[in-house]
């Protein structure tokens, strides 16, 4: 964990908070202000189904709320205390009296932004084009760097970015490998951390591709690149829920897989990483919570590939998860193409994100649509009355294979005066697809 604050992005994206640990005792908020011992996680787990003080209303299980989306007020809110002082006014010859004196003090108002992206998805012609970079400055190894260098002026501009690595990467002295079991560079790594991205979700279908060895040099690299991941570990305690600060609000981040590509972990193997399961996620939160986590945002890898529409099981889970009211927000990738952005039991769930970068479509079998993607970033506000998630808003992306699979930033493309018409027709394509989909939470052109 970064014990500093990201260097050239001013924003905080710290080590866990309120006495949490990376280790198997966690401190529960009450616990810290009174010194009395950590509590352990499991006995947290045993009593998950108690229910626990949240910033949001507790529901029941309401119908699915239709595609269109609610719109959320994003103005900011205060909580006011008002405090009465007695004043004594004395007159020469009668009765002294008391006058109340009122102030009042407006509680903070904290706000934490965020942006998230879906897949990463690095297939071997892009580690090619990495050699190729490398070589064109006299170096050796690989330069990912220039493909996500677009993003800066989106990822620069809030506190926590998170994106999605589907892959693992190989481990050490094993040879790189390419569909159907990855293991990529660790530069791959490099390149999320010099875009701007401060943390990830890794749980996928592919997490088990190298083994154990691919999670440990997974988890290794991040930590060499000084950003943090959730939805790997190298150790059960790993696994476990953390809370982390960012721009002093407390956050923590889950992250679940519908499959392992029909890999198994062995028995007593389970927490190397973690499998869609609405018990074990509400477990999760309610820990998070009860360690004094102000927002709870949930990853969820799932759906039909190239498919827009969230399948049954999609939205199942959904309600399931956000009933209780304990989850702040819902982000989905596996699909490989951009589905809805909905409100479930009034929360906000980002079905799915596309491909942030992969080398897709490859064939017949994959759309157009499998080259776009959105950077959605989401405001939150903080009160002592709970949180406010304002309306996700969508920065569509698109791949640009033909110029060394470089992620454009589709509006900002499109309002250049210097790009040809063929380019510029390639981008109307893309941000038409994204906009039939996303079309009510695109950003405003630039």
């Known amino acids: ?57 507790v529901v029941s299980s309401p119908p699915l709320v239709p595609a269109t989306p609610t719109i959320t007020a994003t103005t900011t809110t205060t909580t006011t205390t008002t405090t009465t002082t007695p004043t004594t006014t004395t007159v020469t010859g009668a009765t002294p009296t008391t006058t109340p004196t009122t102030r009042t003090t407006l509680a903070p108002v904290r706000r934490v932004s965020m942006a998230f992206s879906g897949d990463t998805l690095p297939h071997s012609p892009l580690w090619r084009q990495a050699e190729r970079n490398a070589a064109a400055d006299g170096a050796t190894g690989y330069d990912f760097d220039p493909m996500m260098a677009g993003l800066a002026p989106i990822l620069d501009d809030v506190d926590l970015a998170v994106c999605h690595l589907e892959t693992p990467i190989a481990p050490e002295g094993e040879d790189l490998s390419t569909m159907p079991r990855y293991g990529v560079p660790p ?49 059960p305690d790993e696994i476990e829920p953390r809370v982390f600060d960012a721009n002093d609000v ?43 986590a102000e927002i709870v945002v949930v990853s969820l890898h799932w759906g039909a590939e190239g498919v827009h529409e969230p399948t049954s099981y999609q939205r199942q889970v959904a309600d399931r998860i956000t009933a209780p009211g304990i989850i702040d927000l819902v982000v989905g990738h596996h699909a490989h193409v951009v589905q809805p952005i909905e409100q479930v039991n009034d929360t906000w769930v980002l079905f799915g994100l596309g491909n942030i970068l992969s080398n897709l479509p490859t064939s017949d079998r994959w759309p157009a649509a499998s080259q776009d993607a959105a950077v959605v970033t989401v405001g939150f506000e903080v009160t002592e009355d709970g949180v406010v998630v304002e309306r996700p808003v969508v920065h569509p992306t698109w791949v640009d294979k033909d110029a060394g699979w470089i992620v454009r930033l589709v509006q900002d493309e499109l309002a250049r005066d210097d790009i040809g018409a063929g380019q510029r027709g390639r981008l109307e394509s893309s941000f038409a697809r994204t906009a039939t989909v996303l079309g009510g939470h695109l950003a405003s052109a630039p």
């Open 187 to 235: 530069e791959v790594v490099g390149m999320l951390a010099s875009s701007g991205w401060d943390h990830c979700s890794t749980a996928s279908n592919h997490t088990l591709d190298r083994g154990f060895a691919g999670i440990v040099r997974t988890v290794d690299t991040f930590d060499e690149y000084g950003l943090t991941q959730v939805g790997m570990a190298r150790t």
């Open 1 to 57: 964990m970064r014990e500093a604050d990201r260097v050239g992005h001013g924003r905080r994206w710290g080590p866990a908070v309120r006495g949490a640990t990376w280790g198997a005792s966690w401190c529960l908020v009450a616990a810290c202000s009174g010194g009395s011992d950590p509590v352990t996680v499991e006995a947290v787990r045993a009593q998950a189904a108690t229910p626990v003080a949240t910033s949001r209303p």
């Open 250 to 292: 407390a956050v923590t981040h889950l992250s679940y897989t519908w499959s392992y590509n029909g890999l198994r972990l062995a028995e007593g193997d389970e927490w190397q990483s973690a499998l869609i399961d609405p018990d074990r996620i509400l477990a999760d939160a309610l820990i998070a919570r009860s360690l004094g």
